[in-house]
């Protein structure tokens, strides 16, 4: 199921800065980077979410806010955040509910694909990129920042 060039899905999730987040408050102002991973603390994601975090300047730069969506909860989130250095919100889908709205729920693991989405100032999906399996970590911020760049 692709979402490209479709409204993205709205939603309202706690997050790790302590408020709730909804992605359509960012429509006409902010590109918004959806990162979904698997689970915090794991190895791949340890990787992945300091790297988009680590070029927020640079996603600021294009008008674009970076989201790490995952299944954990809020206090884990927080705890993750801290120990790697993680500035970016990173949202807690503890149901799973978003992560089905965008395709990308594990459900026999109760967990998500590794994918990301960027959606534009109007709301609208304008790149995807779900990796084969979890393990694997193709879709980089720096080729996130092209797309941006081309919209």
């Given amino acids: 199921m692709s979402l490209l060039n479709q409204s993205a899905p709205d939603f309202t999730l706690p997050a790790s800065t302590g ?6 408050a960012y429509k006409g102002r902010k590109h918004v980077v959806l990162v ?5 603390f794991s190895p791949v994601c340890s990787l992945q979410l300091p790297e988009y975090s680590g070029l927020q ?10 989201l790490g969506i995952s299944r954990d909860s809020v206090y884990t989130h927080k705890a993750w955040a801290a120990e ?11 149901k799973l509910e978003v992560a089905h709205a965008y395709g990308v729920a594990i459900d026999e693991r109760g967990t ?12 609208v999906v304008r790149f995807e990129g779900v990796e084969e399996q ?8 720096e080729h996130v920042l092209e797309q941006i760049r081309g919209l």
Avoid: Q, W
Wanted: cysteine-free.
């Fill in 84 to 94: 790697y250095g993680i500035d970016v919100p990173l949202l807690a889908d503890m």
């Fill in 57 to 66: 300047d640079d996603f600021a730069d294009v008008d674009a806010v970076v």
């Fill in 36 to 40: 979904f991973y698997p689970l915090d």
């Fill in 112 to 123: 998500t694909k590794r994918a990301v989405f960027l959606i534009d100032k109007d709301g």
């Fill in 19 to 24: 408020e709730s987040i909804t992605l359509s």
């Fill in 134 to 141: 979890t393990r694997n970590y193709n879709v980089r911020p």
